[in-house]
């Protein structure tokens, strides 16, 4: 069966409800829309991003468009086929590569994991076991291939996942959040592997929540935001929307909620981001006043210890805060 | 060929696990054991083979445990390793991942059968002759495979339920106790006769009676006609497998429920 189609990835209106429900004696059914018909499309060969809080739709979509979920409503084309009606077809041209420890048989080695999934995907016995080398050669599994997984590092299982979601040659591969949890070498490992694949002509659909790993990855990212995408631009076309604003970075030690409320408050401040690193806090503040607004900054957060401030260039993390805030 | 490699997978994936969980003694070896000894005490003053009952018992209680609890475990331990999805995701339909499973657990059974055998044969000093070793082999490869179509069976309800385990247990017992393992369906009450008769197993270890000892009556069908029994049901418990797998697969689909355990 063939069913080529100019794209790798046709979406349209895509919608999914799920059902839950509250209580356990006098149960009450609630509806909740994770995604609210969203439409996109992805090239041949393009490695196209979803970016998105937790809970935006991101990992629903993916569910979908790999046939795990079916839509409530709207339409979909993978490769040429619906995901509700040609389930098999898109299976086997498909690869699923999911972030996280879980997804491994851990009591066997990595080349009986990579082995069922090839049995499992059909790969012809005469080219398995070759493939298999290949792949385990491509990851820098080689050596450890006959260990049982359980007695892999983090990273090595990840590396084992992505040979996993190669195992049947696919022609497009779904990628969730691939680096979560990985040290920083692991996910620089991982992300090498990820640019591989592209100049090897495969399209990849990624979500990712970490923003330089997008700007760096991607073709064109797709920003979701409550099951809907709110932006859809290549990394710098995105970076547009925040080109008339400065940022203001603020390293320092003890500031607390209601300075950053106070910050908020201010009609010059269009986003305030907190991050803890340690007991180091970096705080970032999108304003148009650029480094005439620190002096008020630096009254505002009179109580903390301030190490550093600095006004920097919007990155795609900013645009990003902004289209989701 | 994609069909038969899925099952063959499926098969050799189930036995490396079992064999990489040092666990396997207890249900394989230590209870079978038990069970064996209390029917060498239970059987003694009863003429007849008293080897027949207690090997085939215990066999038979081995086969099925091994093959409820893989079926029953198999799509639990998915789950639990974060596998399940990547499972679904393949273009094989999950009944022959299944079916590979099943039929893998219930040939494990076969270890339980030859340990009670060297049980009963050196620590009790009783020989089991079997009249008609063929006949024997080819009801007791039918009846594996009708074990393994049984589990398939139960194996669709463990995909949309996420207590496997309370069910497992729960079915444990009763298909020992209504197959005619532990003793005579005769010996059980009139209205649960069709439930008994309704098992493949019923008829293949009364087959496998008929094989071992030739002066053997039992359901009083004959040996050919309880191999047809086990066939028959196995069609049967194997079309509504399949027919419940591809409803199953649809509702874990459109209802979200494939990872909640």
């Known amino acids: 069966m063939t069913a080529r189609s100019d794209k790798a990835i046709t979406v349209s209106e895509l919608r999914r ?10 149960k009450k059914k609630e509806t909740v829309e994770a995604v609210k ?11 196209f991003g979803l970016v998105g809080p937790n809970g935006a739709g991101k990992t629903t979509t993916i569910k979908m468009l790999t046939t795990l979920l079916t839509p409530t409503s709207g339409t979909a084309r993978v490769l040429g086929f619906d995901i509700a009606r040609d389930v098999v077809e898109i299976r086997r041209r498909i690869g699923i590569i999911f972030g996280g420890e879980r997804g491994l048989y851990y009591r066997v080695s990595g080349r009986e994991n990579l082995r069922y999934f090839a049995d499992l995907y059909g790969v012809p016995l005469a080219k398995r076991d070759k493939r298999i080398n290949e792949l385990l050669d491509m ?10 997984v359980e007695s892999y590092s983090r990273g090595m299982k990840q590396r084992l996942h992505i040979a996993k979601g190669l195992v049947n040659d696919p022609e497009l591969i779904f990628m969730d959040e691939p680096t979560i949890g990985l040290d920083p070498q692991a996910a620089r490992d991982t992300r090498a592997m990820i640019k591989q694949l592209v100049e090897k002509e495969k399209t990849v659909l990624l979500t990712t929540h970490y923003m330089f790993e997008a700007d760096e990855l991607c073709h064109r990212i797709g920003v979701i935001s409550n099951g809907e995408i709110v932006a859809l631009d290549t990394p710098s076309g995105l970076k547009r929307f925040v080109k008339d604003i400065s940022v203001i970075e603020v390293e320092a030690f003890g500031i607390v909620d209601s300075d950053i409320a106070s910050l908020r408050q201010r009609p010059e401040v269009k986003t305030v981001s907190s991050n803890l690193d340690g007991e180091r806090q970096t705080v970032r503040i999108q304003t148009p006043k650029g480094s005439e607004f620190i002096p008020q900054v630096t009254k505002i957060l009179s109580g903390a210890k301030i190490f550093d401030i600095r006004t920097k260039e919007p990155t795609l993390e900013d645009a990003y805060l902004r289209l989701v805030s | 060929m994609t ?13 490396l696990h079992f064999f990489a969980d040092p666990q396997w ?17 239970l059987f003694r003053n009863v003429s007849g083979s008293v080897a027949l009952y207690a090997v085939l ?35 094989s339909r999950l009944v022959w991942i299944i079916a590979g499973r099943s039929a893998s657990n219930a040939v494990l059974g ?97 087959a496998m009676r008929y094989a071992t000892d030739s002066a ?46």
Not at chain 1, 139 to 148: E, I, M, Q, T
Not at chain 2, 160 to 170: C, E, F, I, Q, Y
Not at chain 2, 226 to 250: C, R
């Open chain 2, 110 to 206: 076969l270890i339980n059968a030859l340990a009670i055998l060297a049980v009963v044969t050196v620590g009790y000093g009783v020989l089991l002759e079997v009249a008609n070793p063929i006949l024997f082999l080819v009801a007791l490869i039918l009846t594996l495979v009708s074990l393994s179509a049984l589990g398939v069976v139960f194996c669709s309800a463990f995909l949309l339920s996420r207590s496997a385990s309370v069910m497992t247990n729960g079915l444990e017992f009763p298909i020992y106790v209504a197959s005619g393992s532990m003793f005579p369906i005769a010996l059980l009450p009139f209205w649960s006769h069709p439930l008994s008769l309704s098992l493949g197993p019923t008829w293949g270890i009364d």
């Open chain 1, 139 to 148: 990851v820098g599994l080689s050596d450890r291939a006959d260990s049982k």
């Open chain 1, 37 to 47: 018909g969203i439409s996109f499309d992805v090239e041949f060969g393009e490695l």
């Open chain 2, 57 to 91: 018992g215990g066999g038979m209680m081995g086969m099925w445990g091994n093959t409820l609890y893989g079926s029953g475990f198999a799509l639990a331990f998915d789950r639990w390793n974060g596998t399940i999805e990547y499972v679904l995701a393949t273009p």
């Open chain 2, 3 to 15: 069909r038969l490699q899925t099952f063959w997978g499926s098969f050799r994936m189930s036995l």
């Open chain 2, 25 to 41: 003694i207890i249900p394989n070896i230590i209870a079978p054991f038990i069970f064996t000894a209390v029917a060498l005490v």
């Open chain 1, 17 to 26: 409800r799920y059902q839950t429900s509250k209580g356990i004696l006098r």
């Open chain 2, 216 to 261: 053997y009556t039992g359901l009083g069908f004959g040996y050919w006609i309880d191999l047809s029994a086990v066939l028959v049901s196995t069609i049967v418990y194997l079309a509504i497998g399949f027919w419940l797998f591809m409803v199953a697969e649809k509702k874990v689909r459109d209802d979200a429920t494939l990872v909640e355990y």
